[in-house]
């Protein structure tokens, strides 16, 4: 099955201060993205990456930033963090075919103090 | 307007009994459909896809389309205290995973 790996599983961070959050996959999928969950929200598209050096905005990209090194890694970068993004992250990854099923990892829990 | 939208918002069932949840989209352009599961501190899980009108079936979940009615619902047999989790539904026109839309869930309680 698809294994998709994030890092740290939780974090408090200051208001202002840089956060970075971690993904990796081991599916050699080319697609990867970052979705924000808030209750009553669902998931939200943040960012995503259909190759490595080269990403996209999703649906809520102002605030965030993102990195794709490499195949198997993507990152989610807050410059300044801020009370209203505190909020679970998930990472997903995809193959690239119509109909795609995502493989989401475990998530990483963000307080933003 | 959310473009997929998900009811009830939750649901309790007995164990052993019938759950039923129930998506509409608003994008006629919708072609694609899923259910994911997300038990809590997990990330979701595709439970079930379902592309053609009619119904599918995998073991006690069946799943309906009706795309003239822009229409998909879960039905779930026999729930049991493990099906007790948060339940997506998500849409996408095409290909990209980028264009799948999430509804904002059901949350259903199994009761042993």
């Known amino acids: 099955e698809a294994a998709v790996t994030q890092s740290p599983r939780s974090k408090v961070a200051v208001t202002g201060g840089k956060v970075t959050l971690s993904c990796h996959q081991t599916n050699n999928h080319d697609y990867m993205y970052w979705y924000r969950q808030d209750t009553g929200h669902g998931l939200r598209l943040i960012h995503y990456s259909y190759v490595a050096d080269s990403t996209e905005k999703g649906d809520i990209p102002d605030g965030y930033k993102a990195s794709r090194p490499s195949q198997e890694n993507f990152s989610l970068i807050l410059e300044l963090a801020s009370l209203s993004q505190t909020a679970v992250y998930f990472c997903a990854s995809s193959a690239f075919q119509s109909a795609e099923t995502l493989y989401f990892g475990s998530g990483t829990r963000l307080t933003v103090l | 307007q959310q473009k997929v939208q998900q009811s009830p918002e939750s649901l309790s069932v007995p164990e052993g009994g019938m759950a039923s949840l129930n998506c509409t989209s608003s994008?006629?352009?919708?072609?694609y459909f899923w259910w994911y599961r997300q038990h809590s501190g997990e990330g979701p899980k595709a439970l079930m896809?379902?592309?053609?009108?009619g119904d599918k079936k995998e073991g006690r979940f069946t799943a309906h389309l009706n795309k003239a009615s822009l229409h998909v619902s879960l039905h779930i047999r026999d729930s049991q205290p493990s099906d007790s989790a948060l339940y997506f539904c998500a849409a996408s026109e095409g290909t990209g995973g980028y264009k799948v839309v999430f509804g904002s869930g059901t949350r259903l309680l199994v009761s042993p």
């Open positions: 896809s379902i592309f053609s009108d």
């Open positions: 994008d006629r352009n919708f072609q």
